[in-house]
């Protein structure tokens, strides 16, 4: 559908709407199932990233059920056609770069990690209470053998 610029929003509708009858089915259901999901996702729950899930449900049933929907304009030349397989290890040259990679970000998040602990531990004693609001999740997150420190004192009023 091409519209000519400069067109009232209601000649748009009106344009849209008299087209309607010559929309692949196909790429309907794909649009509508895409507007649904990110109405009702937050509904759901609020924390669902609705957009995330749209886009990505319709990827892969258009992909899964051989749906004859064609893209909105053309790929990057960058980026590659989607494709459901199995990832490949990289090549073996590559491997000590990649584990270097992997140890930085490991000693960032862990070290992110430590200060997020350490500062939920000084606001819930700031504020009077032993635990605060998020002591449950934190407890949880892995942390490498630096987390083990020395007990804190505190005063007793």
């Given at each position: 559908l091409t519209l000519?610029?400069?067109?009232?929003?209601?000649?748009?509708?009106?344009a849209v709407a008299s087209g309607i009858g010559g929309t692949n089915p196909a790429a309907l259901a794909l649009a509508l199932?895409?507007?649904?999901?990110?109405?009702?996702?937050?509904?759901?729950?609020?924390?669902?990233?609705?957009?995330l899930v749209a886009v990505g449900g319709a990827t892969a049933a258009?992909?899964?059920?051989?749906?004859?929907?064609?893209?909105?304009?053309?790929l990057p030349s960058g980026l590659s056609a989607f494709t459901?397989?199995?990832?490949?290890?990289p090549a073996a040259e590559a491997l000590?770069?990649?584990c270097g990679t992997i140890l930085l970000i490991y000693a960032m998040t862990s070290a992110e990690t430590r200060l997020s602990r350490e500062a939920e531990h000084v606001f819930s004693y700031s504020n009077?209470?032993?635990?605060?609001?998020?002591?449950?999740?934190?407890?949880?997150?892995?942390?490498?053998?630096?987390s083990s420190h020395p007990p804190r004192t505190h005063a007793l009023l």
């Open positions: 000519p610029a400069g067109l009232t929003t209601v000649e748009v509708v009106q199932g895409v507007v649904g999901t990110m109405h009702a996702a937050p509904k759901l729950h609020p924390k669902i990233p609705s957009a258009s992909q899964l059920l051989g749906l004859s929907a064609t893209p909105i304009g053309a459901l397989c199995m990832p490949a290890l000590p770069s990649l009077g209470a032993r635990e605060g609001p998020c002591s449950a999740v934190f407890r949880r997150l892995p942390l490498p053998s630096l």
